[in-house]
């Protein structure tokens, strides 16, 4: 790499190493593990060769809980200040201003001094008509661009209009990245709709079909009169990985040496249209009982909180009446997170309802052996096995879901490096106590936390007095209360 290139922010040696291998190659794959800092790396990478005068256009796509996280920290955290940007993050209701932004994005002025222009879309408007019109109006007529596709997984299949869609759009681009922690959810084929956005034949297959040939098993079946080709195994995978290789980095966190001791990560969770109008109607009540002088202690502000958050994880139960179920986008999320990350993970959730969804999801995703619940009810007697499961590394079991309140002290649960928060208590002990079971004498490796939050919620500004140390209880009297609910 020119030495010339100063970053922002210091890289760690594997995203040196990374960037150094891959910043002037024409497509590169960062297979990098959830908190390894791959982000950083497609950064840098749009700036070292936007000061090499050979881009001056970025099209970013990632999934909805991730895109806006690149627009609000990862750009402004690592691009250095020194780069002019005209950044526009994609809305699907075309206001007149936001008609206007678009065209001063796809049509620059020949005169105006070098800016970078970024767009940065989320990856499900491709499949739409508007959406996809738009990104490619945008690469074709600025023809020095990149094309950037985060969680790429997110186009693993082959056959989805997004896919088709994401595949046309990059013949427009000149250089393209994809960025994902694992390539791989359930099958190496995969990686085959993700490779194909990158070069027309990457790996020397011009066809699926020719891919599958070479690297699947496949027997003819036949159901109900209908003969059809099921893959029943895989083969040649050291010689696929060799090709990969050629154009990929792959990075694991137990290898980063350099790493902190805890990552924490945010991803955003948007709320469906039934959660944002309930939500909306819950807070309006809320500040009129805080007004009417209903909410006099700290125990009933908690409750209207508690009832917020359980809008934004899907769900309300008012005192003991039925819960009513919402449709919710969170669990969706959780397994986008699940899917970008390897080996076992601990996922705590505050109510007994979204531990058995959770629970329902994972087994159906990956099987009934690799779940276990830890919580209220879970009996005396299987506790302790449940535990001693989970640090076998032998054992299938992968998931320990569990109610923080419950399992969140005492136990040793340092087999996992990922700790996701599907949902937060307001207890600051609570919080410490249970980041502590996977940080804690036994662990070697460095721990990521994931927190889910559903953007300009009380799942924030919990969020951000856990982070700040802030007993919550202590904050929610008088106009402080008010702060917590609008």
Known sequence: MKQKYIPKTKPYKHQQDALDASWNKKFFALFMEMGTGKTKIAIDTMAILFEEKQIDTVLICAPKGVYDNWVKNEIPTHLPERIDTFIVRWQPNLTEGYKKSLRQLCYRKTREPRVLHVLVMNIEALSTTKGYASATEYMKKNPNNMMIIDESTTIKNRQAKRTKNVVKIAQYAKYKRILTGSPVTKSPMDLFSQCEFLDKSPMGFSSFYAFRGRYAVVRQRSHAGRNFQEIVGYRRLDELNKKLDHFSTRTLKKDCLDLPEKTYVKREVTLTDDQAKLYTQMKKLALAQLDNGEMATTQSVLTQLMRLQ?????????????????????????????????????????????????????????????????????????????????????????????????????????????????????????????????????????????????????????????????????????????????
């Open 310 to 486: 359980q809008i934004t994880c899907g769900f309300l139960q008012p005192d003991d009446e039925p819960i009513q179920e919402i449709k919710s986008n969170r669990l969706n999320e959780l397994l986008s997170v699940v899917e970008e990350t390897q080996g076992k993970i601990i996922i705590w959730a505050t109510w007994t309802y979204d531990i058995r969804k959770i629970a329902e999801l994972l087994s159906k995703e990956y099987g009934e052996d690799s779940v276990a619940t830890y919580y209220g009810e879970t009996h005396q007697d299987d506790r302790q096995e449940i535990v001693k499961r989970f640090q076998n590394p032998e054992s299938k079991l992968r998931f320990f879901v569990g109610q923080p309140r419950t399992g969140g002290f005492g136990l040793t649960l340092t087999a996992a490096q990922t700790v996701i928060y599907y949902s937060n208590s307001y207890d600051l002990e609570i919080r410490l106590q249970s980041e502590d079971r996977a940080h804690r004498i036994g662990q070697e490796a460095n721990v990521l936390y994931i927190d889910l939050v559903a953007a300009k919620t009380v799942d924030e500004k919990i969020l951000k007095a856990l982070r700040d140390k802030i007993e919550i209880s202590s904050q929610v009297l008088g106009e402080q209360a008010r702060e917590w609910l609008i």
